[in-house]
């Protein structure tokens, strides 16, 4: 089992619509949480970060996490064509360590 | 924007030779990494650093090596370059191991 899994995708959204990008961790010591975004050919780049139990919004975005579920998710409301990219979710493990794993990635499409 | 910077962008040399790809950043950051990252597929960490004097092999094997004299630069050397290097090579910089990580633009290597 991966230690940050997520879904490969792709995921097809129409405009206009929330896209719902699904992450999960093994690490139960794990404190926080990071969503990247990667447009093909470029390097990623931070969209959100959380730390506490909850929501999280910053415009069109909302970052949810559930540590007792070790689930963290990211909304995208009125999805734009210009959304459409990889997604990575990234979380600071401290077993083993103090490092950041990153998932493999979502792609997101939307469509215009 | 983050000032981070790689160079070259891209690179194409032939089996056999020595290369050294350059990342430099000028936020003070103590953590530095180099990921390699193929077409569509997932980042994969091969070293990292927490300070000066200070190197860690990353979770893949790698063949290349890293130094960190100065805080501000990271540089990856690989001795002998084969057409299995051929990839995306990503810096990435942190002020802590738990904060947000920055990634530079990229260095594109093809080995001939």
């Known amino acids: 089992q991966k230690e940050v899994e997520q879904n490969s995708g792709p995921l097809s959204v129409p405009e206009g619509a929330i896209a719902s990008l699904n992450c999960t961790y093994s690490?139960?010591?794990?404190?926080?949480f990071f969503w990247y975004r990667q447009y093909s050919g470029k390097s990623p780049e931070l969209i959100m970060f959380?730390?506490?139990?909850g929501d999280k919004e910053d415009g069109r975005f909302t970052a949810q996490l559930n540590k007792a579920s070790q689930y963290v998710s990211l909304l995208i409301r009125d999805s734009q064509p210009s959304d459409s990219a990889t997604y990575l979710c990234?979380?600071?493990?401290?077993?083993?360590?103090?490092?950041?794993?990153f998932g493999a990635g979502t792609r997101l499409f939307v469509k215009a | 924007e983050a000032d981070i910077y790689q160079t070259p962008r891209y690179l194409v040399i032939g089996t056999g030779k020595k290369i050294t790809l350059e990342c430099s950043q000028t936020?003070?950051?103590?953590?530095m990494y180099w990921y390699q990252q193929d077409p569509g597929m997932e980042l994969h960490l091969i070293h990292y650093?927490?300070?000066?004097?200070?190197?860690e092999k990353g979770d893949l094997s790698s063949e290349s090596t890293v130094s960190r004299i100065r805080t501000e630069h990271f540089p990856l050397t690989l001795e002998s370059a084969r057409p299995s290097h051929t990839s995306q090579y990503l810096c990435?910089?942190?002020?802590?191991?738990?904060?947000?990580?920055?990634f530079g633009p990229g260095t594109r290597l093809t080995v001939l």
């Open positions: 990435a910089s942190s002020e802590s191991s738990d904060n947000e990580q920055f």
């Open positions: 690490d139960r010591g794990s404190q926080s």
């Open positions: 959380i730390y506490s139990n």
């Open positions: 990234a979380v600071n493990e401290v077993t083993g360590g103090f490092k950041t794993i």
């Open positions: 936020m003070g950051h103590d953590k």
């Open positions: 650093s927490y300070g000066v004097n200070s190197t």
